[in-house]
């Protein structure tokens, strides 16, 4: 079994043009129940806007979310994975720039995105799949 990103990744995920208003974001991140939009420009992705982007960079600042775009508050450049890279690959990226959201990106076309929530549900497949493999690999027939 493979433990390849391109198997565990959401494929649909909810999208947002660098023009839209923070107030359309959040109005999106609420609709999508998702938490995050990954921001579009001619169809390439730029950004990713979190609720927590929303939160700081608009609510806290108290700033007008109708006047901000969403290019403005996304987060960029985005920090991405391979649709080939494996689960442990794409946690360690996870790990190392303190995200939860991976956008599945491969010569600038966006494939889908994998979320730390993804990963563990498919932690103990992985442990357990390995686990067999050094057994395997080891122990004489």
Same mark, same amino acid.
């Given at each position: ?7 565990? +990744? ?10 839209? &208003? ?6 999106? /991140?609420?609709?999508?129940? &998702?938490?995050?939009? /990954?921001?579009?420009?001619? !169809?390439?992705?730029?950004?990713? @806007? ?8 608009? +609510?806290?600042?108290?700033? %007008? ?5 969403? !290019?403005? @508050?996304?987060?960029?450049?985005? /920090? ?5 890279? %494996? ?22 076309? @966006? ?6 929530? %993804? ?10 799949? &390995? @686990?067999? %493999? ?8």
């Amino acid at each position: 079994m493979s433990y390849s990103v391109k198997h565990y +990744m959401e494929k649909s995920f909810p999208k947002i043009s660098e023009e839209a &208003s923070a107030t359309d974001a959040a109005k999106a /991140i609420s609709d999508s129940g &998702s938490g995050f939009l /990954i921001v579009l420009e001619g !169809g390439q992705p730029r950004g990713i @806007i979190t609720e927590g982007d929303l939160v700081g960079k608009v +609510m806290a600042r108290e700033l %007008d979310p109708a006047k901000i775009t969403a !290019g403005e @508050i996304m987060s960029s450049p985005l /920090i991405t994975v391979d649709p080939d890279d %494996d689960l442990l690959k794409a946690s360690e990226v996870m790990q190392k720039n303190s995200v939860r959201r991976l956008p599945v990106v491969r010569d600038g076309i @966006i494939y889908g995105v994998l979320t730390a929530q %993804d990963i563990a549900q498919h932690c103990g497949d992985y442990v357990s799949k &390995s @686990i067999r %493999d050094i057994l395997r690999w080891s122990l004489p027939i």
